[in-house]
């Protein structure tokens, strides 16, 4: 009968941490889409890109998703929008809430006419 109790808990909390880490996996995510429209487009040096605002926004939305899953930023600011260019790259900063700065890297995964496909890195 302990066994049986043993082996139960044992697999109860096997199976919430496995409901965990899928969780924090799905919400840490760092990969975006995100359709070049009349209001998320701009131009960098003669490209298509995706404005600066939508990638400041999305980043840092989505830098610190989960309290456990990277470091608190309070402002991140690129320099110009995010060229819709396969490889593209930029380098946007954040603002840590204790102080201080993060370089938070940025490229281009994929790009048609109509949509990027864009990452970041913590």
């Known amino acids: 009968m302990q066994r049986r109790t043993l082996v139960t808990t ?3 909390v096997a199976g919430a941490a496995v409901v965990f880490g899928v969780g924090t996996y799905f919400l840490s995510g760092t990969e975006s889409t995100t359709g070049l429209d009349a209001q998320s487009t701009a131009t ?3 490209h298509k890109a995706l404005a600066a605002t939508i990638v400041e926004g999305r980043t840092q939305s989505k830098y610190h998703p989960l309290p456990w899953v990277g470091t608190k930023v309070t402002d991140v600011s690129c320099p110009s929008g995010l060229k819709a260019v396969a490889g ?3 380098t ?3 603002r840590k809430s204790g102080g201080g700065t993060v370089d938070i890297p940025v490229s281009v995964v994929k790009a048609t006419d109509h949509s990027v496909t864009w990452k970041f890195d913590r």
Do not use: E, Q, R
């Open 10 to 12: 044992v697999g109860a």
């Open 44 to 46: 960098v040096d003669g």
């Open 88 to 90: 593209a790259t930029l």
């Open 92 to 94: 946007c900063t954040g």
